[in-house]
């Protein structure tokens, strides 16, 4: 009896090491991605007419009186991930062709700083490649490829808002002074964004649209973007901290910017799927 319980001890002890060791591990921040060097410096444009009074006020908020055309970027960044209610510390490198409407997410999460889950997701022009690692992967299928359009727009729009502000496949209507719709090329209304701007800044602060969440999902759910932080990076008014949220849970992501290289030459990982590139 008395082996037994020693047994018992011993084995309860370790699932209390394994478990504290993984939480450890959870809780150390993952390295930032190498910086990039910025391609050609872009050259200005003016701000568009007819722009709706508050999607005006936020573009001279983030630029002035003009625009940079920005044809590609890489945003790399940090972040905190939490599918499944667990925060893992996270890096990531998204690489954006604004002229394909096109964009590529590469996401490491790690344990004590060591990568043990890696997502890609490859949107060319709306057709969508997402491998999640472990639970699996997706392929041109028809909510994922939608999702991956609202996503695509929805993050340059923080990150590269020049590039929402200038491209003519692009709609916007004014709600009010500080909010506004933005119809997305090859989407329903209903897929549309909605954006939050702040009264006194002119910023943005939210966006919200109905979104597929995954494949197998029936109905859209509502989708939020928070813009916690814009700060200056590099010349550049980015929104450097973020959240986002499906309907009424938690915030299941908490993004933080390190840098927006514009016009980087973006063609070599988009032309590849999975694993690493040279340069």
């Not at 590529?104 to 690692?133: A, C, K, P």
Request: hydrophobic residues 45%; proline residues 6%; aromatic residues 10%.
């Amino acid at each position: 009896m008395r082996m037994v319980i020693r047994i018992v001890v011993i084995v309860l002890s370790l699932i209390v090491v394994l478990l504290a060791g993984g939480w450890m591990g959870l809780q150390v921040n993952a390295s930032s991605f190498p910086t990039v060097k910025a391609g050609d410096t872009p050259r200005t444009l003016p701000i568009p007419a007819g722009l709706p009074a508050p999607v005006e006020r936020f573009a001279r908020a983030v630029y002035g009186d003009t625009l940079p055309d920005v044809q590609s970027a890489m945003v790399l960044g940090r972040a905190r991930l939490a599918p499944f209610g667990l925060p893992m510390p996270t890096r990531f490198r998204f690489f954006y062709d604004a002229r394909r409407s096109s964009h590529y997410h590469d996401i490491q999460v790690t344990w004590f700083n060591l990568t043990f889950m890696r997502i890609h997701e490859r949107n060319l022009e709306g057709h969508v490649t997402l491998d999640l690692s472990m639970l699996g992967q997706v392929d041109d299928a028809p909510h994922t490829n939608r999702a991956g359009i609202q996503g695509y727009w929805a993050e340059v729009l923080a990150w590269v808002p020049a590039v929402t502000l200038t491209d003519p496949r692009v709609r916007w209507e004014a709600l009010s002074d500080s909010e506004a719709r933005l119809f997305l090329p090859g989407l329903d209304d209903v897929e549309a964004l909605t954006v939050r701007f702040d009264p006194d800044t002119g910023l943005m602060t939210e966006v919200e649209t109905m979104r597929y969440q995954s494949e197998e999902q029936p109905e859209r759910w509502h989708w939020f973007n928070r813009i916690l932080e814009w700060r200056i990076i590099e010349g550049q008014l980015v929104a450097t901290r973020s959240q986002t949220q499906w309907n009424d849970a938690a915030p299941w992501a908490n993004w933080e910017v390190e840098q927006s290289a514009l016009n980087v030459d973006v063609s070599a990982r988009l032309a590849q799927f999975g694993g690493d590139i040279d340069g």
